[in-house]
Each structure stands twice: as C-alpha cells, then as structure tokens.
Nanobody
C-alpha cells in the first residue's frame, strides 16, 4: 500500500527555518505530482507548494520567496525548505500525491489521492 511519511515538524521562533521531509513507499516521486498542504483547526486545508515529475514547481502566494519544494528521486523523498517563518505559518503540514496528469491544474485537496499523516509546525512570535 502506498504510504507517505512526513517528518521534520518542530517549534521555532519567527524568522527561523525548518526542513520538512516526505518519504514515499511503493510510489515513485519521480513519476507523479507531489505537494505540500497545511491546515489549522477550523480552516480548510490549503496548498503550499507543488512539484511535478519533471521538477517544475508552483507555490501559494503566501509562501513565495520563503519556501522551496524539492525532491530526491533516488531517495524517493520530497522536501519543503521553509525560511523566514512567520507565526501565520503555524499549521499541520501534509504531504500529498496526485497520480494522474495535471499537477498544476488545481490546488483543491480533492485533486490529490494519497496523503501522509502530517507533521506539526509551530512558529512563535
């Protein structure tokens, strides 16, 4: 069964950095669209960053210039480097995979068919 396992969440002060990782099993990150989402209690899950099979990337406006998504095909892992963190970045961060074409067509969570369990990021002011 496909699994996505996130790690790297932590508590940091504003202005700090974190590196999130998402390891995939039985799923080749080299051949599918991968993404990071985040969610805070009471709010909808929102897309943060996406990377397609060719390495093309897309970001939400709120994180452009601060977050970088990347992948290591050999390790079957994707990453989210988060710099200049703000208190409003506090959320549970989820890794997701989309197995069909059209990586950049939609930010809707329903467009992604496999999810990890999440990793908590807390940014204090």
């Amino acid at each position: 069964q496909v699994q996505l396992v996130e790690s790297g969440g932590n508590s940091v002060e504003a202005g700090g950095s974190l590196l999130l990782s998402c390891a995939a099993t039985r799923y080749a990150v080299s051949s599918v669209c991968m993404a990071w989402f985040r969610q805070v209690p009471g709010k909808e899950r929102e897309g943060v960053a996406r990377i397609n099979s060719g390495g093309g990337t897309s970001y939400a406006d709120s994180v452009k210039g601060r977050f970088t998504i990347s992948k290591d095909d050999a390790k079957n892992t994707i990453y989210l480097q988060m710099d200049s963190l703000k208190p409003e970045d506090t959320a549970m961060y989820y890794c997701a995979a989309r197995s069909v074409l059209g990586c950049f067509l939609s930010w809707r969570p329903s467009a992604f068919d496999t999810w990890g369990q999440g990793t908590q990021v807390t940014v204090s002011s």
